[in-house]
């Protein structure tokens, strides 16, 4: 694989992920611009830096240790995807749009990619896809199933 050129867009990309990896929210708020919107499947929309910082930490009340290693990263002019595997273990309870998953203690890994838009050396719009059939699956809670 070719190595990508650290520029100041990866940059702040290592230093989201990285902020949500040890949870330091301050951190990952402060590479979000004032406007920022962030988008998670199942509806769910976030703006502004609090809010995507509330809109995602659900999965680290969930998984406590859940960390994401970008595994590949395309970059643009003022745009970039990563390819992220996320790992981690359900210790806590996952709070889903159609209800709570009690904690079931089995690790999980999850494939996804994220999509990010930046501006004035931060990001400014970022949607993740990640399988949900995957993450459910692994811990047991797969609808029609059991």
């Keep these: 694989m070719t190595a990508i050129a650290v520029t100041p867009m990866v940059e702040v990309l290592q230093r989201y992920l990285d902020a949500f990896n040890r949870a330091d929210w301050e951190m990952y708020k402060a590479t979000l611009t004032p406007d920022s919107v962030h988008f998670e499947p199942g509806g769910i929309e976030c703006h502004g830096p609090d809010a995507s910082a509330e809109g995602v ?17 395309m ?11 996320w790992r981690g273990t359900h ?11 009690p904690p079931t203690g089995k690790p999980i890994t999850v494939h996804a990619t994220k999509v990010f838009a930046f501006e004035g050396g931060r990001i400014k719009y970022s ?4 399988d949900m059939t995957e993450l459910l699956g692994e811990i047991g809670a797969m609808p029609g199933t059991g």
């Excluded at 949607?127 to 990640?130: G, L, P």
């Design 91 to 101: 210790t806590g309870p996952l709070v889903t749009p159609a209800g709570t998953i």
């Design 75 to 85: 970059t643009g002019a003022q745009d970039a995807a990563a390819e992220i595997v």
């Design 127 to 130: 949607r993740h896809y990640w």
């Design 57 to 73: 930490k659900v999965f680290k009340d969930a998984f406590p240790d859940l960390e994401g290693v970008v595994i590949r990263l």
